[in-house]
């Protein structure tokens, strides 16, 4: 394997390493309770939202525009995430997701 290879590898898995918590609690809140509680919708939305006017704007400004290595482009695709976590986080906190079934 090249060392550059190597070398870049390594940094996309610390990248990866630095945005797994945030991946993570979507994965919880998005995916888990808020879905749970019976708003799908709003998470589909969020996570349309996410990909369409967050990440893929700034993947292609930063892949194609402005020439970053590919570690820093994935960083900087990867802020979605952060998008979706603080949009999410404001809807558990309102507790407006929490329906009784019974």
Known sequence: MD???RGI?????LAFAILAP???MNMILGGGIIRSGG???YIMIIDMLGTWL???PLGLYAG???KLPIVWTYFILSQEELFRLV???FMFR???WMNTIT
Not at 9 to 13: D, E, F, T
């Open 64 to 66: 194609l525009v402005l």
């Open 54 to 56: 967050v990440g893929v």
């Open 94 to 96: 309102s507790k407006k």
């Open 22 to 24: 945030v991946k993570v």
């Open 87 to 89: 949009i999410t986080i």
């Open 9 to 13: 590898g390594g940094q996309l898995l």
């Open 39 to 41: 708003r799908t919708k």
């Open 3 to 5: 060392l550059d290879v």
